[in-house]
């Protein structure tokens, strides 16, 4: 009787098991289908039916068309067809030929043909030349024509002087005596319209006396303004006694329409009796 009672406990579990182990052993076609078009390790090809394995297989060829073409690997070449290997090597001569006017790598000249090859060192020789007049990339002067060489020179010069003027990297050496009249006039006009708008680099030293009122009143608006909105860069020690009074009772209004409104921050202890009085109970 116990071997019979384990044997029908041992079916049990069998059958209990069975789904589990036929679920695992039968995989979603629809996944697998798509992980055989990805090229994903999880594909089981032997799953697919015939012409599931004709979709997989041109999805396997154009990932190795667009590998070849983006140089990924693997690519292999001889998987191409002979349209598509015209169509490579186009695609990469014309690369090629890109990457060496942009001056960029890759870039091998001994594929480029003689008239490629010229417009290539052309377009190398106005990097160089752009180089040297806007400071922005790499500078050969013996590269440069004589004339080109003057080009450069004046560029810099007058790239120099509009630094100067705009507040950038400026040489002073590199200037003329009238150009450092214009800098040092344009620089101390910087200076007083940063002082005055609370800009940093704000020299006070550097400001005449009536940009020094006309700063001081200007601060003394912000600061103002700031109180008035209630935020914390108030200084209420800069503020005059009639402003500071009228800030009071701006306060003491806004205090009461909160209270009386029941919206926005009430502080009832700072009610006079008769305001307390109109604010009706809780």
């Given at each position: 009787?116990?071997?019979?009672?384990?044997?029908?406990?041992?079916?049990?579990?069998?059958?209990?098991?069975?789904?589990?182990?036929?679920?695992?052993?039968?995989?979603?076609?629809?996944?697998?289908?798509?992980?055989?078009?990805?090229?994903?390790?999880?594909?089981?090809?032997?799953?697919?039916?015939?012409?599931?394995?004709?979709?997989?297989?041109?999805?396997?060829?154009?990932?190795?068309?667009?590998?070849?073409?983006?140089?990924?690997?693997?690519?292999?070449?001889?998987?191409?067809?002979?349209?598509?290997?015209?169509?490579?090597?186009?695609?990469?001569?014309?690369?090629?030929?890109?990457?060496?006017?942009?001056?960029?790598?890759?870039?091998?000249?001994?594929?480029?043909?003689?008239?490629?090859?010229?417009?290539?060192?052309?377009?190398?020789?106005?990097?160089?030349?752009?180089?040297?007049?806007?400071?922005?990339?790499?500078?050969?002067?013996?590269?440069?024509?004589?004339?080109?060489?003057?080009?450069?020179?004046?560029?810099?010069?007058?790239?120099?002087?509009?630094?100067?003027?705009?507040?950038?990297?400026?040489?002073?050496?590199?200037?003329?005596?009238?150009?450092?009249v214009a800098?040092?006039?344009?620089?101390?006009?910087?200076?007083?319209?940063?002082?005055?708008?609370?800009?940093?680099?704000?020299?006070?030293s550097r400001?005449t006396p009536?940009?020094?009122?006309?700063?001081?009143?200007?601060?003394?608006?912000?600061?103002?303004?700031?109180?008035?909105?209630?935020?914390?860069?108030?200084?209420?020690?800069?503020?005059?006694?009639?402003?500071?009074?009228?800030?009071?009772?701006?306060?003491?209004?806004?205090?009461?329409?909160?209270?009386?409104?029941?919206?926005?921050?009430?502080?009832?202890?700072?009610?006079?009796?008769?305001?307390?009085?109109?604010?009706?109970?809780?």
């Amino acid at each position: 009787m116990k071997v019979s009672l384990w044997k029908y406990w041992a079916q049990v579990a069998c059958l209990g098991v069975w789904p589990i182990l036929l679920f695992a052993q039968s995989p979603d076609p629809a996944q697998n289908l798509s992980d055989c078009k990805s090229g994903r390790e999880a594909c089981d090809r032997s799953k697919l039916t015939q012409s599931e394995s004709g979709d997989v297989a041109f999805a396997d060829h154009q990932r190795n068309v667009a590998n070849c073409r983006e140089r990924f690997e693997p690519c292999d070449h001889s998987q191409l067809t002979e349209r598509e290997a015209i169509a490579l090597a186009l695609a990469e001569h014309r690369n090629n030929l890109s990457n060496c006017k942009d001056g960029i790598s890759p870039c091998d000249q001994s594929r480029l043909t003689q008239s490629e090859a010229r417009e290539a060192a052309l377009a190398e020789h106005q990097r160089t030349l752009a180089g040297c007049k806007n400071g922005g990339g790499a500078c050969d002067y013996s590269k440069l024509t004589q004339l080109e060489v003057r080009e450069a020179g004046v560029a810099r010069r007058e790239l120099n002087l509009s630094d100067c003027t705009g507040g950038g990297v400026c040489d002073h050496s590199k200037l003329t005596p009238s150009e450092a009249v214009a800098v040092t006039k344009a620089e101390h006009q910087r200076n007083a319209q940063s002082c005055e708008n609370g800009w940093d680099g704000c020299d006070h030293s550097r400001l005449t006396p009536s940009e020094s009122r006309q700063t001081a009143i200007a601060e003394h608006q912000r600061n103002l303004s700031v109180c008035k909105e209630g935020r914390e860069t108030c200084d209420y020690s800069k503020l005059t006694p009639s402003e500071a009074s009228a800030l009071a009772a701006a306060e003491r209004k806004r205090n009461y329409t909160a209270c009386l409104t029941k919206y926005d921050y009430c502080d009832r202890s700072r009610l006079t009796p008769a305001e307390a009085r109109a604010i009706p109970s809780e």
